[in-house]
């Protein structure tokens, strides 16, 4: 699965951007970022220096640990979510995330309707 690219914000962190993505922060997490090549040559030599505007790529597929859990944030969409954990935001990866049934219950009948604080549970790939 190719990597996704993901503009720095104001405020980013590896470890926050490899939260996002992977549903860890932790140093192994972090550095999947950083040590990819294309990473490395736009951060420079200091991973705790990136800047808005700065274009990285995350690698691909991520491991997603059994039973990780999400908290929805404003803006947040299915695929979206789908697109961070599985690197693939089709119908079939979000699907995925909306028909665990603990999911359903949470989200309700409408998968267009996710709301900000909501738990789900993602299934590993």
């Not at 294309?38 to 995350?58: A, D």
């Not at 990866?93 to 219950?105: C, H």
């Amino acid at each position: 699965m190719a990597p996704v690219t993901y503009v720095v914000r104001e405020g980013d962190t590896l470890s926050e951007i490899a939260l996002r993505y992977y549903g860890n922060g932790d140093k192994a997490s972090w550095e999947r970022i950083y040590n990819v090549p294309h990473n490395r040559n736009v951060i420079g030599p200091n991973p705790n220096l990136i800047r808005p505007g700065e274009v990285l790529l995350i690698p691909f597929p991520c491991v997603v640990p059994p039973d990780c859990e999400y908290k929805v944030k404003p803006g947040d969409t299915l695929s979206g979510i789908a697109l961070h954990f599985y690197g693939d935001a089709t119908k079939e990866s979000w699907d995925r995330i909306y028909n665990n049934p603990r999911n359903r219950e949470t989200i309700g009948p409408d998968p267009n309707l996710i709301k900000p604080g909501q738990m789900l549970l993602i299934p590993a790939p």
